[in-house]
T-cell receptor, first 111, second 112 residues
Framework: GESVGLHLPTLSVQEGDNSIINCAYS??????FIWYKQESGKGPQFIID?????DKRQGQRVTVLLNKTVKHLSLQIAATQPGDSAVYFC??????????FGTGTKLQVIP | KAGVTQTPRYLIKTRGQQVTLSCSPI?????VSWYQQTPGQGLQFLFE???????NKGNFPGRFSGRQFSNSRSEMNVSTLELGDSALYLC???????????FGPGTRLTVL
């Protein structure tokens, strides 16, 4: 079946450093992916998305890379700040908005 | 624009009871999806509605059901509650399929 997974459950980074969160997906037919950030007590919040016809997309301090050959997705956060501490999920969007989430990576920013 | 709202925010029920959760999407959004989030299983898709029709369904038992009204508001119902149904239930809305989803704060359900 379809699945989306993450390699690292917890990532600790020093404030100011760059963070990289990785994700593997299994459905090669998927053409839309999203990264979400979830803070304690809140619902997931959209960070950035990418479609399969792209291999890179940049936002404000965030970059998503898509490698369709190895079915791998990554989220890069530049100059990580304490406010970036949260759980990050990659998600694969199927037909009719069926979203398959990864297990999540907890990002801890050390001041 | 107001965001996605969910009511109630917290709910405590006992085994065997049934519960109804409500979700009001962002104005103009016609697609509403429901998810269950637990520490053990993570975020799992329940179902998606668009224009009052269920278009997609996850792998949950028939005790989990939902509906959408003409104003796009949606409800989900869980009957014969089990302890394992304790979770955060999240609702998300989008303008149409394959669009960014906006999540509500969730309803925390505790089954005793």
């Amino acid at each position: 079946g379809e699945s989306v997974g993450l390699h690292l459950p917890t990532l600790s980074v020093q404030e100011g450093d760059n963070s990289i969160i990785n994700c593997a997906y299994s459905n090669s037919a998927s053409d839309y992916f999203i990264w979400y950030k979830q803070e304690s007590g809140k619902g997931p919040q959209f960070i950035i998305d990418i479609r399969s016809n792209m291999d890179k997309r940049q936002g404000q301090r965030v970059t998503v890379l898509l490698n369709k050959t190895v079915k791998h997705l990554s989220l890069q956060i530049a100059a990580t700040q304490p406010g970036d501490s949260a759980v990050y999920f990659c998600a694969e969007i199927g037909a009719y908005q069926k979203v398959t989430f990864g297990t999540g990576t907890k990002l801890q920013v050390i001041p | 624009k107001a965001g996605v709202t969910q009511t109630p925010r917290y709910l405590i029920k006992t085994r065997g009871q049934q519960v109804t959760l409500s979700c009001s999407p962002i104005s103009g959004h016609r697609s509403v999806s429901w998810y269950q989030q637990t520490p053990g299983q993570g975020l799992q898709f329940l179902f998606e509605y668009f224009s009052e029709t269920q278009r997609n369904k996850g792998n949950f038992p028939g005790r989990f059901s939902g509906r959408q009204f003409s104003n796009s508001r949606s409800e989900m119902n869980v009957s014969t509650l089990e302890l394992g149904d304790s979770a955060l239930y999240l609702c998300a809305s989008s303008f149409k399929a394959d669009n960014e989803q906006f999540f509500g704060p969730g309803t925390r359900l505790t089954v005793l």
